[in-house]
């Protein structure tokens, strides 16, 4: 007499289920890492934008930049949206001011009437940060903050 075998084993489920556990494990941890690099990629916009608002300022302060850490209406938006994709506190009135040194897991902006700097931590490095200043200078910095009591430059 034949028996008629319809349907899989346990032993067959079991490894088909262990292989899918496999494949979503690889493809969640890909999809961190690039929600990472997209927080980063949001940072380093904001950062950058600030660039040309600061100049409006400056202009219309008779060529000083000593407000634009101030700058309610753009700049301390674009830095608190550059912490926020940063994942860390949004920035506080005592992170605008000249005498604030730069730390992990805080943004900070100094300006001075000669010039301004921003810094934002990043998300892949937490001790690294994005830092943009009046010169030009768009750049990471590496192993902490580069922004000492009174520097408006990055770097």
């Known amino acids: 007499m034949k028996k008629l075998n319809l349907g899989f084993t346990l032993i067959e489920l079991l490894v088909v289920i262990a292989i899918i556990g496999i494949l979503s494990s690889v493809v969640l941890a890909s999809l961190n890492t690039a929600r990472a690099k997209a927080s980063d990629a949001a940072v380093k916009s904001n950062l950058t934008n600030i660039r040309a608002q600061a100049e409006l300022i400056y202009n ?3 060529g ?3 407000n634009v850490c101030d700058d309610t209406q753009f700049i301390q938006r674009a830095i608190i949206a550059a912490a926020a994709a940063a994942g860390i506190p949004a920035p506080v009135a005592g992170d605008y001011d000249i ?9 900070t902006c100094h300006a001075t009437a000669l010039g301004w700097a921003a810094e934002v931590p990043l998300k892949t490095t937490p001790t690294g940060f994005w830092c943009v200043d009046s010169v030009g200078t768009s750049s990471f ?3 902490g ?3 000492p009591a009174g520097d408006i430059a990055c770097g």
């Open 60 to 62: 219309d302060d008779g």
């Open 145 to 147: 903050s580069t922004l």
């Open 141 to 143: 910095q590496a192993g």
């Open 64 to 66: 000083i930049y000593t």
């Open 99 to 107: 005498a604030k040194v730069g730390a992990v897991g805080t943004a």
